[in-house]
């Protein structure tokens, strides 16, 4: 049965990526503060970089996917991050860029801990304390979901998640080009 008059065209949807976006990257920076600040060192470390930019950028990103906007960050002088529209004018600045050829592998990756294939461009003694930064830092994710739930389910969550890395970490290998990557 067809409607007694034609019904009018829907006006297209507004896209949500400007508002998805900057708040997926707020939580992200969020976090990323997080656990910069449980290290205390980690936060004094970056004390001396305040006002320097860095940007990280998903190079290779599919273009049948929607795009992924570089995410922005400045270095406060409380030596933690915040987002940054645009990055800081002058020198000393840091671009990050990741592989991102395959956006499955590299959240398989993610998950399983494994570190992407990265390019660096920028102040010398900046990514020096970037790599410091990453090869230090480990997110407590037991002694977070402590504080939630109690010892005991964290532990066992914990427990679960190992697990769950660990299988991930046998998918992203067997999804590696034989040649290696």
Sequence with gaps: MSAPWPLPPLPPLPSLTPLLVPALQDRLVLL???????????????????????????????????????????????????????????????????????????????LSGEAPAVSVQGDAAFAGEMHWLMDSLRWDVEDDLAGIVG???????????????????GVARRMAPAGGA
Excluded: K, Y
Excluded at 48 to 66: E, I, K, N, S
Excluded at 81 to 110: Q, Y
Excluded at 151 to 169: C, I, K, T, V, W
């Design 32 to 110: 990323i503060n997080h656990v910069v600040s449980r290290e205390p060192i980690a936060a004094r470390r970056l004390q001396p970089l305040a006002g320097r930019g860095l940007v990280v950028h998903l190079a290779g990103w599919p273009r049948l996917l929607p795009a992924a906007p570089d995410l922005v960050l400045g270095v406060t002088p409380a030596g933690l991050f915040e987002r940054l529209d645009a990055a800081p004018a002058g020198p000393g600045g840091l671009r990050v860029e990741i592989d991102a050829a395959n956006p499955a592998r590299l959240a398989l990756g993610a």
């Design 151 to 169: 010892p005991l389910a964290a532990r066992q969550l914990a427990q679960f998640g190992r697990a769950l890395r660990r299988s991930l970490s």
